[in-house]
């Protein structure tokens, strides 16, 4: 067997064909490294041919080519308390986001595609977001660090091979034209039929023929394989192997290992699930232990909601938590929908259980003591709780806020949602285990759960987080600036921006939970999970999956989507308020009045949107309750005057 070409003067080394492919030290896959060194051709992957080479394309940035390494690329971050856990260095991860955000738009502006041609790109790009989503937000060890980045590269690039190949290449094949002398800057393939080397030669493509050699075969130069010559050749460690044959789970629109692969290593890499919130409820509860949702009351077109109960509050005077009563925020002001929505629930009834937290939850932290300042103008002066404990909780929710976010997501780390009484204790930040004393070391109930409470969260806080006791010298860092206890008394911005990020990150996870409570997806392929994951992203602005609960703080806290319909805004949080109802169609009980409003963008009204608000809103709401026994916590306006 002979490899010749009839437009290219060099043969790269052929890539064999091998049941194991093994991954280097920089992450990518050597000689099968379909990104960056020509493979065999396959049929319905012919964009692979057309993905561009280095500096081919005047519009994609080298950063696309560069060898990532762990010792040059990667720092350590140790704010949120777990050591060796860090991410690159802030221009690869930009560089490399523009570049993937511009293959992404590129993408999406062709026009008059077929949905078959677009499927495959649609689902290059649900891959791409995912990873870039991990590397901007998740820190991670130097060698995932480096996958996650390598992978971002590979998938940008196979994005740009396909518009090339949609835009240029797939015109060229079906024009009889010659393009032979136009040729394409491009990795090219290697072929084992002669009509696909014709056809390669004829659009522009490089190309390699391997066919017997016969005294009929011309050659015009003998010359020696060209070898990968800049990528690694030394295997990770340790050793990483993929099997291509092996495709459980896998949703594969063309049948070939390579499509294979990029599904594979996005899920080793970047797929995250959020822990359930769901717990059972023993049998046999009296009535004021179940949910106050009837599921006997039908849901009419005009959302029928149970009964308002006027339930007393709790004896001594005392209010109801939040968690189960409708607290106004002296703070935020609130959006009306989401106040009606509460509102309309009245009093809930005690649950058989504690109630569960992503986050520490915003009512915590909304408090006031005799130190804090509060706010001017104040929204709702009846909002403010006194808590004398709340200006520690601020000053150690800046300290251990990182790690919060880190064990949502880090599949080494415990991520069960926390009850109200746990987040009190990891807020106080004392995170000494406290062993039982002689006379009570036997006995159980109440007094030993709270010891065992106390001692996990000194566990998972002191121990995995390795964060010392709350001192109250300590100086840790919020937006780059240090933060004294004086500050976290006396500066509303420290308050601001703790609370807007607990209503995020707590309304974010609970929609993802509850959407995965409502519509149970565990035996769905992977593919699928990642396209109803990236559906329930779009409510808050991005499809970006479940890595987007987590939210980029400069950035998100200037993108508010629930205006009302007096605010000039409104059209612009349209699509969003769209995606939540679209999501929402699937759940049980989905109101007909919601599914009667106008499909079209432009045939929307404000009093449609007053509607797909109200009437959003109140189910979502009663559909929480129903499953989470509490309220959920809604989104927030940040005032940007608060930004550090």
Request: net charge neutral.
């Amino acid at each position: 067997m002979v490899i010749t070409s009839p437009n290219q003067v060099y043969v790269p080394e052929y890539p064999r064909q091998c049941n194991v492919i093994r991954t280097f030290s920089d992450r990518l896959w050597g000689v099968h490294e379909y990104s960056r060194w020509p493979q065999e051709l396959v049929p319905n992957m012919w964009h692979i041919a057309c993905i561009p080479r280095r500096r081919g394309l005047s519009d994609l940035p080298d950063i696309l080519w560069r060898n990532l390494r762990p010792e040059e690329d990667w720092q350590e971050d140790c704010r949120g308390g777990v050591h060796s856990l860090g991410y690159l260095t802030m221009p690869i991860v930009e560089g490399l986001a523009f570049a993937a955000d511009t293959a992404i738009s590129g993408f999406h502006a062709i026009s008059g595609l077929s949905q078959s041609r677009r499927a495959l790109g649609q689902q290059l790009c649900l891959l791409l977001r995912q990873c870039v989503e991990r590397m901007r937000r998740l820190p991670a060890r130097p060698a995932v660090a480096v996958a996650v980045a390598a992978h971002v590269q590979r998938l940008t690039l196979e994005l740009a091979g396909l518009k090339l190949y949609l835009e240029v290449v797939a015109a060229r094949i079906d024009s009889p034209q010659d393009y032979s002398n136009a040729l394409l800057p491009v990795l090219g393939a290697f072929v084992k039929e002669a009509t696909l080397a014709q056809t390669c030669t004829r659009v522009g493509l490089p190309v390699w023929f391997t066919q017997e050699l016969t005294p009929r075969t011309r050659i015009w130069k003998v010359v020696k394989p060209t070898e990968v010559h800049d990528l690694s050749y030394q295997e990770s460690q340790p050793p990483i192997l993929h099997h291509p044959d092996d495709r459980p789970g896998i949703v594969n629109l063309t049948g070939n290992w390579m499509s294979t692969m990029a599904q594979a290593v996005s899920h080793q890499l970047c797929s995250p699930a959020l822990p359930s919130m769901l717990f059972s409820y023993p049998e046999g509860l009296p009535d004021a232990k179940k949910p106050c949702v009837d599921q006997k009351l039908p849901v009419s077109k005009t959302l029928s909601l149970p009964p308002h109960r006027d339930t007393p509050p709790a004896p001594g005077g005392l209010r109801p938590t939040p968690s189960l009563q409708f607290c106004p925020s002296p703070f935020f002001s609130l959006s009306e929908c989401w106040t009606r929505a509460l509102r309309l629930t009245g009093v809930l009834p005690q649950p058989a259980r504690a109630s569960l937290y992503f986050f520490p939850p915003p009512f915590l932290l909304e408090t006031v003591s005799e130190q804090t300042t509060p706010p001017i103008p104040c929204m709702d002066p009846t909002g403010g709780r006194p808590d004398q404990k709340v200006t520690r909780y601020l000053h150690n929710m800046v300290r251990i806020r990182l790690f919060c976010r880190l064990r949502l997501l880090d599949p080494t780390i415990s991520a069960h949602p926390l009850n109200i009484w746990e987040w009190r204790a990891a807020l106080w930040g004392k995170y000494n285990f406290k062993a039982p004393s002689p006379e009570v070391a036997g006995a159980s109930g109440r007094p030993k759960r709270k010891r065992e409470q106390r001692n996990e969260i000194s566990r998972l806080f002191g121990n995995v987080a390795a964060l010392p006791e709350y001192q109250q010298t300590d100086e840790p860092e919020l937006g780059g600036q240090p933060i004294t206890y004086e500050m976290a008394v006396t500066d509303l911005r420290v308050r601001y921006n703790l609370l807007w990020e607990a209503h995020e990150v707590n309304w974010r996870c609970e929609l993802m939970a509850l959407d995965e409570a409502v519509v149970p997806r565990a035996g769905w392929p992977y593919m699928y999970r990642w396209e109803r994951e990236a559906d329930v992203s779009a409510v808050w602005g991005e499809s970006g999956g479940v890595m987007s609960v987590l939210p980029l703080h400069r950035k998100d806290i200037k993108c508010y989507v629930w205006p009302s319909s007096m605010d000039p805004r409104w059209r612009s949080a349209l699509p969003t308020l769209r995606a939540f109802l679209r999501l929402m169609s699937r759940w049980p009980d989905y109101p007909q009045s919601l599914r009667d409003l106008p499909s079209e963008l432009d045939d929307w009204m404000d009093d449609d949107y007053d509607a797909g608000q109200q009437g959003g809103t109140i189910f979502y709401t009663q559909t929480f309750i129903k499953h989470f026994r509490r309220l959920p916590t809604i989104p927030v306006e940040f005032p940007l005057e608060y930004r550090i």
